[in-house]
């Protein structure tokens, strides 16, 4: 009779067990995860996050991060997603004196593009992390130094990681994409500084920046009503990084009203001096590319025109 009693007692914990694991996790807003979690509870996330960047193998990095997720709560995804925040938002970027990417470079660039894709995260609370990380990077770069065997400096190189993150959301960041333009264009009026006052000029040049970074990333969504702006950023921008991210975009909107100023670009001045490991008969380990005639390049082909390539000399054939 006890052995029946308790089969009965173990089914029904059994079948409570069930109901449980299959009620939908509470969806509970997001907080600053500093606020949720103990200096206790830090070390082994930590300790944990370590262990999976200095593994080489993609599914150990996996297993060590499914680990990390549940050493905080049984609430794995939010907990997972806010030490996700937490390691993206507060940790302190090194500063090499040369453009080669650290380690924690390469993590900062890998949890981005991680958020950038995570589904179970909404668009709103995904587009927030990454301009913000993005705002945090134009207004106080890595290193201006050029990335080794390439054209792009090291904070170039963390910006773009954060823009395709963006691009990574999908449609869904469209909406909140646009709402942080028009938060943007808020910060560029006059009197939008601290306490009113006015701004100082690098302020307004970061926000500038910011502002055609972000037009650009609405251009690689396809968003069709910011191509009067890009096209303004491609012909009028003296960055010449920001003008070909700019001629990547317009190939992504493909309009054909761009295609005579795409041409003009073929011809485009900017250019980037680099080293490479590889040693040439010609020209050594050195290096010339124009970026914003090979995205030029790359744009018109999009739209059906036929362009060869000599070396860095780009022309269109009838």
Not at 142 to 147: D, E, F, M, Q, Y
Not at 191 to 220: A, M, Y
Request: hydrophobic share 40%.
């Amino acid at each position: 009779m006890t052995r029946i009693v308790l089969r009965c007692i173990l089914l029904c914990l059994s079948a409570t067990n069930i109901v449980q694991a299959a009620a939908p996790v509470p969806v509970t807003p997001w907080v600053p995860p500093i606020s949720v979690l103990s200096q206790a509870e830090l070390v082994p996330l930590l300790e944990a996050w370590d262990r999976a960047m200095t593994s080489s193998k993609f599914d150990d990095k996996n297993r060590v991060l499914a680990e990390v997720i549940g050493i905080v709560s049984e609430e794995k995804l939010f907990a997972g997603l806010e030490f996700l925040y937490f390691r993206l938002l507060s940790v302190e970027k090194p500063r090499p004196k040369s453009g080669q990417p650290t380690r924690e470079h390469l993590a900062i660039a890998e949890l981005a593009r991680t958020i950038g894709k995570n589904k179970d995260i909404s668009p709103q609370i995904r587009v927030n992390v990454l301009t913000t990380v993005l705002s945090k990077e134009i207004e106080d770069p890595c290193s201006l130094n050029l990335i080794p065997n390439g054209y792009l400096t090291l904070s170039g190189y963390l910006q773009r990681q954060y823009i395709f993150a963006l691009v990574d959301i999908g449609p869904e960041a469209i909406p909140n994409l646009r709402r942080h333009l028009k938060h943007l264009e808020l910060r560029m009026e006059p009197g939008s500084g601290s306490l009113g006052k006015p701004q100082s000029v690098k302020h307004r040049s970061n926000v500038v920046v910011e502002k055609q970074l972000t037009l650009c990333t609405l251009g690689f969504h396809r968003d069709k009503t910011v191509f009067p702006e890009v096209m303004d950023i491609f012909l009028e921008t003296e960055d010449g990084y920001v003008r070909s991210l700019a001629a990547l975009a317009l190939e992504k909107l493909k309009n054909r009203a761009a295609i005579p100023a795409l041409k003009r670009a073929l011809k485009d001045d900017f250019h980037v001096t680099f080293t490479t490991c590889v040693v040439r008969r010609n020209s050594g380990n050195r290096r010339i590319i124009y970026p914003v005639r090979e995205a030029a390049s790359s744009a018109l082909r999009a739209m059906g025109v036929k362009v060869v390539r000599k070396g860095n000399n780009f022309r269109v054939v009838q």
